[in-house]
């Protein structure tokens, strides 16, 4: 192996009597893998390195003899590569000589064991089987208490306890032949073993690894033991104590009047000068818009106040269609009906458009209209619907779909003047033109309403 020249780069300073040399000027002393045993040549003198601090600073392993030296040229001799051999092959003797060598080689191996060390350079094996199928024990037991009918055993008998009361699984032996003479519990488990469920965050309670609370609908899991420290506002989802573990949903949440004491959450909803508003994110102390404003940084309307029993917003039709007076979902087939009838279901409130705000009517017990063959052709597709006759609250059906200025077919209405064409207003499908209405099955059983006067309720005939 051929010898490795001096390393030379830079210059060095060391002061008389240190034994710190510092190095500049481009040298790199790490780079250059000088190691402890290299020696430091300055004209005739020689320092043995006693270790390398960094890449421009090393440790002589005595002090300076020579005259102080700044900034000056020097040589780093390597030790020889065979002494680091023999210094190499010696630290490997003295780590193989500590007996675990030995006592593997002393061991005698076979199909399916493992070497494990039981103590000090001391191995034994154990079956795979043993660590692959669980703990060897010589009984498996649900509670403590059941462990009772083993105390007469002998010692050294084994029980493995599912639940010694808090959560956790242990293994117990007999320590003498002695009745109930136990040892201390070897836990398997961590002191809950599943989250553990603590209800509401309270900053009183002392809370451990592993519980599980419930603060401003979102839950949070403890990443410590911990007390008085709550888990953090969204959307930050972790601190130092909580993990989020599930956010709070987006249901609505009915709170009642606004108050500006409250501390509201994203989704809750309130009422405030008579109409309904949807928190749009967190707040306290901001209250919701004046109208005819519909919303500010932290409301939403979601309906608006009305008059003379108007109300605005998205409202549901609470009744349905059904061929069984009184029942919204007949259970059993209804054959050769004569009677259509509007019933509640929900509730007995249907929105009608007044020609300026949605109207919610009362249909009673129901509303129904007599069937005829002249009226309602078989395979005819129409659109039934609810609307004021007057003052009068009517269910009737429109014509086919075949009708309009733009002819319809079974499988599409038809469009603009005299058809069915629906239109979408505040939620509800109502007719988007003007349309006669049949109510009966007398010839004068018609009215003519203006567009988006009634509300559809489907029908296929």
């Known amino acids: 192996m051929a010898i490795k020249p001096d390393y030379q780069a830079g210059n060095a300073s060391v002061a008389v009597g240190g034994t710190t040399v510092t190095f500049a000027g481009g040298a790199n002393i790490t780079a250059a893998t000088i190691t402890a045993g290299d020696t430091f040549k300055v004209q005739n003198l020689d320092a043995v390195i006693a270790s390398v601090t960094d890449s421009t600073h090393l440790e002589l392993a005595e002090p300076w003899s020579g005259t102080a030296l700044v900034a000056g040229p020097y040589r780093i001799r390597f030790q020889p590569d065979g002494s680091r051999y023999s210094a190499a092959v010696k630290d490997l003797v003295d780590t193989l000589g500590n007996g675990n060598v030995l006592a593997l080689a002393g061991l005698t191996g076979a199909l399916d064991e493992i070497p494990i060390f039981t103590g000090a350079g001391s191995m034994a094996t154990i079956s795979k089987i043993n660590l692959t199928q669980g703990i060897d024990v010589d009984v498996k037991v649900e509670t403590l208490a059941e462990r009772a009918g083993y105390d007469g055993q002998a010692a050294g008998y084994s029980v493995l306890v599912a639940n010694v009361g808090d959560g956790r699984s242990a293994v117990y032996f007999k320590v003498s032949n002695t009745s109930g003479d136990w040892s201390d519990p070897a836990y398997l488990t961590g002191p809950n073993g599943s989250f553990q469920s603590k209800g509401i965050y309270s900053g009183a309670t002392a809370y451990q690894l592993g519980d599980v609370v ?198 599409a209405r038809g469009t603009g003047a005299g058809s069915t064409e629906l239109e979408l207003k505040n939620g509800i499908y109502t007719n988007k033109n003007s349309i006669t209405l049949r109510f009966g099955t007398v010839a004068g059983n018609t009215v003519t309403v203006p567009a988006r006067s009634s509300h559809i309720s489907w029908f296929d005939r």
Request: glycine fraction near 10%; charge should be neutral.
């Open 214 to 411: 419930l603060q401003n609908g979102s839950s949070w899991i403890a990443r410590v033991n911990t007390t008085g420290n709550a888990p953090p506002a969204l959307p930050t989802t972790s601190n130092t104590q909580w993990f989020l573990l599930s956010a709070a949903g987006n249901t609505f949440t009915i709170k009642g009047a606004y108050n500006p004491a409250t501390a509201y959450l994203k989704d809750d909803v309130v009422t405030d000068a008579g109409s309904s508003w949807i928190a749009i994110q967190s707040t306290t102390g901001n209250a919701p818009p004046v109208q005819p404003s519909q919303s500010n940084a932290y409301w939403n309307l979601l309906s608006a106040k009305g008059t003379d029993g108007a109300v605005q917003g998205v409202l549901t039709p609470q009744g349905r269609l059904s061929l069984v007076s009184g029942v919204a979902v007949p259970t059993s087939d209804v054959v050769a009906a004569t009677t259509l009838y509007y019933v509640p279901c929900i509730g007995t409130r249907v929105p009608v458009w007044d020609g300026t705000q949605m109207v919610l009517r009362d249909i009673g017990s129901g509303l129904s209209v007599a069937l005829s063959a002249t009226y309602q052709v078989a395979f005819n597709q129409i659109d039934w619907f609810v609307f004021m006759d007057g003052a009068t609250l009517r269910l009737g059906h429109g014509p086919n779909w075949s009708a309009g200025a733009v002819a319809g077919s079974q499988f």
